[in-house]
Structure formats: structure tokens, C-alpha cells
């Protein structure tokens, strides 16, 4: 069988650590508003996803979001499919990966579901100034992430 010819010696560059902190908040929203959809008729969940909608805006996290997740995240409560609701759920692995790489989350063992509302707040989802964090936040070091 032919490989193709890898190059071990390339790491990618690592991203800016406020960057890595807003795609984790883009991962969080998608997590919450899966959370969000059972309670379409809920008054306060829609509460949630306004103001939800709102801190992702000042906090600067859009740019991080694909096309599709933004939609997803967009879309009025009660109008997401199964599917879309079940996809935006799976987001809160990938949170707690990255919250792993800021320093601010231990990894579970694989059979352990993760908690993503767990995760969000403890990389100060919703805070009153996402900002502050976004300053503080570092990346884990390369020897830790790349073996």
C-alpha cells in the first residue's frame, strides 16, 4: 500500500488564545440552543435565546461561527429539525476540547457524557464582560496538545 509522504516535522501554528475562547463560545451557543428547542413555547427560553443572541454579538463571537451554525443558532426556537437540534447538541464535545486546551476544563474519560452548560459557564458563558476572560485565557502548551 502507497502512503502519501507526511511531513512529522510540520506543526500548524497555534491560534490566538482569545480566538480558541470565541469558537468555544460559538461551540457553547450551538450546545445551548439544542438545549433551548424542547422549550420553543417557553417564554423564558425564548428570553434565553435573546439575550443569548445578543452576548454573541458583544462578545465579538460571530466570525467564529461556519455559515450553517449560525443559522442553526439564529433560527427561532421551535423551527429546528431533529437532526439540526441532535447536530448543535454534539457541539458540547468539541467545547469541552477546546476548554481543555485553555486550561479551564478537565476531559472526562470517553464513556463519560460531557455537560456542555457545564463548560460554557466555567469559560464565563453569558458573563458580564466576555472580554475580561478573552485577556487571561492561554492556550495549554504545544508539548501538552502534540506528542
Known sequence: MLKPEID???RPPQPAPARALRRAYALAALACR???EPHAGDPEARGIHETMLAWLADAGVYAEFEPDERTLVETSLGQLSRDATAAAG??????????????????PDVATPVDA???AQALGW???DPGALCEQVRLRARTDVVQ
Open 8 to 10: 512529522v516535522a510540520f
Open 34 to 36: 439544542s438545549q433551548l
Open 90 to 107: 454534539w457541539r458540547g464535545e468539541g467545547l469541552a476540547v477546546l476548554a481543555w486546551g485553555l486550561g479551564r476544563w478537565e476531559l
Open 117 to 119: 452548560a457545564d463548560v
Open 126 to 128: 453569558l458573563a458580564d
